[in-house]
């Protein structure tokens, strides 16, 4: 399936999600990071879902290994898409820049 357009509410979203291992943040903490009402953020995810893009999974302490709740965050193919738009922001900034 081709990269789909997202809209600025959905690159936003994207953009404040990391992958397993990483730093993953509950649904409310992204939609207040991106200053989003926490149900519009939970239809984006959905639709991240609906692309292959994240995946829902438990989240543990580092150190008990003690069971926090559960969240979502971004598999490969969302990691890809992640850094394609922080790539065509980088070159975008850039070319701004060089004029």
């Given amino acids: 399936m ?6 600025p509410a959905q690159n936003e ?3 404040a999600m990391n992958g397993l291992g990483e730093y993953m943040p509950y649904v409310r903490t ?3 990071e991106c200053a989003l009402p926490v149900e519009q953020v939970r239809q984006i995810i959905r639709y ?7 995946t ?4 543990c302490d580092a150190d ?8 979502w965050w ?4 969302g990691l890809a898409a992640k850094q394609a ?3 065509n922001a980088l070159a975008a900034k850039q070319a701004r820049e060089a004029v």
Avoid at 2 to 7: A, F
Avoid at 48 to 54: A, E, I, K, T
Avoid at 56 to 59: A, E, I, K, M
């Fill in 74 to 77: 971004l598999t490969d193919k």
């Fill in 48 to 54: 991240f879902d609906s692309l292959g893009w994240v």
């Fill in 56 to 59: 829902h999974g438990p989240v």
């Fill in 13 to 15: 979203v994207l953009l």
């Fill in 85 to 87: 738009r922080e790539n």
């Fill in 30 to 32: 992204i939609a207040r």
């Fill in 64 to 71: 008990t290994g003690q069971p926090k709740g559960s969240t």
């Fill in 2 to 7: 081709p990269d789909p357009h997202l809209t």
